[in-house]
């Protein structure tokens, strides 16, 4: 080998050497985390070089004017295997993405050493085990989603002392245990308010009551704890807070009744489906005039469908179905003329259809099944041009098949007449509505002889 090869060699060789530690800090900590990945996508591959000074052009990397990575963004990749360790070394983050990606393993507790961290979303991946209690020690951290992972354990009390937290989406997970009773109490304590405007724990295994101050998060806005075990009765506290658009309590064991609503005035979604709260609709509820959907099937209420849920002009869905609920229906409702969803399947109901519902022109889903509903079918349902379901079976309801009701085309999810006191012919019309598949007429009482 000649000396001038030789020479070249070691050129190139410290050359390498010396590019590779060029890399700065920031990028040695990234492709140390590429070393607990079992598949690295190509665009990752092939953007992080290591012969590169600084990591600011690497797919995913966002930098500050300083060189340091703010933001790692590497949604969507198909990467799998661990997060190391070693994410805590990078100290500038403010933005961790790795949501929609098959991440396992545990959430290390050391990424609370990114302590300018604002955005953290880790949601759709596998992670398992707990959630770190190191995470309490973020101080800006505002954002943040496991949703969709195995985490499992108890929320570390530590989280909600985070001061500008405005977000947590927990959702489908494995956690247990309850709801952290410093939830409500810590800004009442500490004088200061607490940033919380969503909070979502859908689909865990938490159990026992809710706290009783959860109306302290003076921003309060999404409540989301649907498909839980949670218990007791909902707090009295929930009907006045003012700032709850969105609450969500369906699928738990919440028994007692509603609380009083008090000028709840931004509230929208009342969804408390399948819990067993007992007691009367509240009339209260039309404080809350903005609500646009309410979900109260599935539950143990009892009396009279209340008037005053005419007042709410903005209602599009009312879900009454599968409770014991009796008495007509109020001509009250015709008010909600933006009705678009009505269900009272399921109860005791009596009397005939208000003539006035008339002003349901948008009405797309019309279950009034299992009822006493008494009197004919109206000629009007034949306006109801979106109808797409309709749902009479086992009511008294007598009379003839009004044949305007072929004029319904959108019937798709099908027409049910069964079991009531029709009497007449079938109208060759209805045919027409429904594409006959799904009409059912049978079992009329007065014709069965
Ligand atoms: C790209 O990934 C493959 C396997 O995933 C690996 O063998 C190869 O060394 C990687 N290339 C670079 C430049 O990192
Ligand atoms: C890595 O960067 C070096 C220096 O910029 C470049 O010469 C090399 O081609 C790059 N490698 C890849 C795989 O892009
Ligand atoms: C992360 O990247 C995805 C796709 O590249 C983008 O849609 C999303 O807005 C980014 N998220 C953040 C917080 O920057
Ligand atoms: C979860 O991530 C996978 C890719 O790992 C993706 O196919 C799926 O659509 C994501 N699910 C949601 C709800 O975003
Ligand atoms: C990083 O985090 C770990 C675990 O949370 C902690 O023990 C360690 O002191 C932190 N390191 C630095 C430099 O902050
Ligand atoms: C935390 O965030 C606030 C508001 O965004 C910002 O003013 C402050 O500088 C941040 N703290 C640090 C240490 O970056
Ligand atoms: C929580 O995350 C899930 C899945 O990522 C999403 O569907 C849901 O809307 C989020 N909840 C809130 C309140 O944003
Ligand atoms: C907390 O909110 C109340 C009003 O809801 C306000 O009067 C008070 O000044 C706030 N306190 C702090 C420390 O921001
Ligand atoms: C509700 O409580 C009963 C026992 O009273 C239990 O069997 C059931 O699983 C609970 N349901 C939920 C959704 O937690
Ligand atoms: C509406 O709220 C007020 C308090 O703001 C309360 O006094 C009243 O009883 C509520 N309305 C009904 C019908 O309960
Ligand atoms: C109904 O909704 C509209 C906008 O969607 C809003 O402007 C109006 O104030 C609402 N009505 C009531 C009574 O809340
Ligand atoms: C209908 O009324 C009859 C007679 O009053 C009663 O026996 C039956 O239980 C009622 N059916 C429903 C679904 O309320």
């Known amino acids: 080998m000649s000396n001038i090869t030789l020479t070249l060699l070691i050129l190139c060789f410290s050359a390498s050497l010396y590019d590779a530690s060029a890399l700065d800090s920031d990028g040695v900590t990234l492709l140390s985390l590429l070393t607990h990945w079992t598949y690295v996508p190509h665009i990752i591959n092939s953007t992080w070089n290591a012969s590169h000074s600084v990591s600011c052009s690497w797919h995913g990397v966002q930098c500050n004017h300083a060189y340091h990575v703010i933001s790692l963004n590497l949604t969507d990749l198909g990467i799998h295997g661990q997060l190391g360790p070693e994410i805590g070394q990078l100290y500038s983050l403010k933005i961790l993405v790795l949501s929609n990606n098959g991440f396992s393993g545990k959430v290390p507790s050391e990424l609370s050493n990114c302590s300018l961290l604002e955005l953290l979303d880790l949601s759709n991946n596998s992670f398992s085990g707990q959630i770190p209690f190191s995470f309490g020690e973020f101080r800006n951290l505002s954002h943040m989603s496991l949703s969709s992972n195995w985490l499992t354990g108890v929320i570390p009390d530590s989280l909600f002392r985070i001061p500008r937290l405005e977000e947590v989406n927990l959702s489908k997970n494995l956690l247990t245990g309850t709801i952290p009773a410093n939830i409500g109490v810590i800004p009442q304590n500490l004088g200061i308010n607490s940033s919380l405007v969503k909070l979502d724990i859908t689909n865990n295994k938490f159990t026992g009551n809710l706290p009783p101050n959860l109306c302290f998060l003076k921003r309060l806005s999404v409540l989301n704890m649907g498909s839980n ?157 979106k109808l797409r379901e309709l749902q009479l079976g086992g009511n008294l309801i007598g009379g003839s098949i009004p044949p305007s009701l072929g004029k319904l085309k959108n019937l798709f999810y099908g027409l049910n007449l069964s079991r009531n006191e029709l009497t007449g012919v079938i109208p060759l019309e209805l045919g027409y509505a429904a594409g006959s598949s799904t009409l059912d007429v049978s079992q009329q009482a007065r014709n069965e002889e």
């Open 229 to 385: 075990q949670l218990n007791g009765s909902i707090p009295s506290d929930l009907g006045r807070c003012k700032t709850l658009s969105m609450l969500i309590l369906s699928e738990n064991n919440f028994t007692s009744s509603l609380p009083v609503f008090e000028s709840n005035a931004n509230l929208k979604y009342l969804h408390i489906s399948k819990n067993k709260i007992g007691g009367p609709i509240p009339p209260s509820l039309e404080n809350c005039t903005n609500l646009a959907a309410i979900n109260m099937s599935m539950n143990k209420f009892t009396g009279l469908i209340p008037s005053a849920l005419g007042k709410l002009v903005n209602l599009t869905v009312l879900d009454l179905s599968h409770n014991n609920l009796e008495g007509s229906l109020p001509p009250q409702l015709s008010n909600c003329s933006k009705m678009d969803h009505f269900d009272v399947g399921f109860n005791s109901l009596n009397g005939s259809f208000p003539s006035s519902m008339r002003s349901w022109k948008g009405i797309t889903t019309l279950i009034l099944r299992e009822n006493n509903f008494t009197g004919g079918i109206p000629g009007f349902f034949s306006e109801f041009s």
